[in-house]
């Protein structure tokens, strides 16, 4: 039996699925560019009281968990971390951090920056969100792949591993993935991933947040919308080479 979904902004157990825009060729356009990180924070989306999850990009290693917006000004958005507090490793000033918040039915995916950690009132203050990446909207020219997951797990934010078995990676970008799964994977949870684009290089590993799920018309699988968080360094040269020689291919053949 699947577990209930985890969803933004409601109570665990309750269900939502996230509706993909599906692929119509090879390689998409890039949207135009994301407003400059000076930007003050979408009013619409971070107010005091909205509920969001964490998770950090960089060198803490701790799972997703939710929290609330405290307050939020020019500068940047203070987050409630409430009992989490106590529990969670902090993070350091500079390391980056992705909130979800949930938006007109959207589940949206910001990178931050930490700036500061306020222990007395149990707050973590972040800059302005760099980038808005919505699961309809591409930050990177994306390429089709069609190959098989050689290993995959998500972490349930509210603890456990789950194996992701049958997995096909459909496309790809440096930015992110969609992957078609025949078994439930939870929205705004973590995911390690492994697969081959080359049979002569080594797999692509990467840790990712699931950033969008929904069903696949007419079919049982679903399609899994994976925003990169972490990647080494080698495997994120291979998916720049990989995706550089697919578009490069399509345009000659244009």
């Known amino acids: 039996m699947p577990m209930d979904e985890p969803v933004i902004g409601q109570p665990s157990g309750a269900t939502a699925s996230e509706r993909l825009t599906?692929?119509?060729?090879?390689?998409?356009?890039?949207?135009?560019?994301?407003?400059?990180?000076?930007?003050?924070p979408d009013a619409e989306v971070f107010r005091p009281g909205v509920a969001l999850q964490v998770a950090y990009a960089g060198p803490t290693r701790a799972p997703a968990f939710n929290a609330a917006v405290a307050g939020v000004d020019a500068d940047g958005i203070a987050i409630d971390l409430g009992r989490k507090a106590s529990s969670q490793p902090a993070p350091g000033s500079g390391e980056p951090v992705v909130l979800v918040v949930r938006s007109k039915q959207q589940l949206q995916a910001f990178d931050c920056e930490v700036?500061?950690?306020?222990?007395?009132?149990?707050l973590m203050l972040v800059t302005p969100p760099v980038e808005a990446r919505r699961p309809e909207r591409r930050m990177a020219t994306r390429v089709v792949v069609g190959v098989p997951?050689?290993?995959?797990?998500?972490?349930?934010?509210?603890?456990?591993?789950?194996?992701?078995?049958?997995?096909?990676?459909?496309d790809v970008s440096v930015?992110?993935?969609q992957l078609r799964s025949l078994q439930y994977v939870g929205l705004a949870s973590i995911v390690?991933?492994?697969?081959?684009?080359?049979p002569a290089e080594r797999p692509v590993h990467v840790q990712g947040m699931v950033v969008g799920c929904a069903d696949e018309d007419?079919?049982?699988?679903?399609?899994?919308?994976?925003?990169?968080?972490?990647?080494?360094?080698?495997?994120?040269?291979?998916?720049?080479?990989y995706v550089q020689r697919v578009s490069a291919r399509a345009r000659k053949t244009a």
């Open 22 to 40: 599906a692929d119509s060729g090879e390689v998409e356009t890039p949207p135009p560019a994301a407003p400059p990180a000076t930007s003050p």
């Open 115 to 122: 700036t500061g950690i306020e222990e007395s009132r149990s």
């Open 149 to 170: 997951l050689r290993s995959g797990v998500w972490l349930d934010p509210r603890g456990g591993e789950f194996p992701i078995h049958g997995g096909t990676v459909i």
């Open 175 to 177: 930015g992110g993935l």
């Open 192 to 198: 390690r991933l492994a697969f081959v684009l080359h």
């Open 218 to 241: 007419r079919s049982t699988a679903l399609r899994v919308h994976v925003q990169f968080l972490e990647m080494p360094e080698d495997s994120r040269e291979q998916v720049a080479r």
